[in-house]
């Protein structure tokens, strides 16, 4: 209570080595609050630094669990996971050409199986916002799998490339 009262929302930093204990933090309710509605399908995909008092250096930390009031969407707590590059983040999918593509203009529609992927990624600037799969080709009854997927340098499918991966499939009214 004394940390809200004073603008502050408490969480906690986990993860990482093993050797690293949790850490008690306490972030900014205001600037929590604005980054989760600028980035609301993309938050826990988003490495941020965070600073710890009495610690010298920055965490890299993903937001792993933000805890909302149910009536006004208030932020309660936040929980952090420390950043690693054997960690699997799931990104948002984003199905683009969908113009270019003759079915799905004359009427055929995209139906999305899957919203996001997990992947893995090299280092904290490499994490995309979203992941981009084009829907320029294929007709009826087509099927969109992980392989179709344009992966940024630096990441990669957290499961195996050869596991199937239904993202979307064409259908017709």
Wanted: charged content about 25%; proline content about 5%; overall charge positive.
């Amino acid at each position: 209570r004394r940390l809200r009262a004073a603008g502050l929302i408490p969480g906690v930093v986990y993860g990482g080595e093993a050797a690293r204990p949790r850490r008690l933090v306490a972030v900014c309710e205001k600037a929590l609050g604005r980054e989760l509605r600028a980035r609301r399908a993309a938050v826990e995909n988003t490495v941020y630094e965070l600073n710890i008092q009495g610690e010298a250096g920055t965490e890299l930390v993903v937001p792993r669990q933000v805890q909302l009031r149910a009536a006004t969407s208030d932020v309660l707590s936040a929980n952090f996971l420390r950043f690693s590059p054997d960690l699997v983040l799931r990104v948002p999918l984003r199905f683009v050409d969908a113009g270019l593509n003759q079915t799905l203009r004359r009427g055929a529609y995209l139906h999305r199986v899957r919203h996001a992927l997990g992947v893995r990624c090299a280092d904290a600037a490499s994490v995309p916002e979203a992941l981009e799969v084009s829907c320029a080709a294929g007709g009826k009854g087509h099927v969109y799998h992980g392989t179709d997927v344009a992966l940024p340098p630096g990441v990669r499918l957290a499961t195996p490339a050869h596991a199937a991966h239904a993202l979307a499939v064409v259908k017709t009214k």
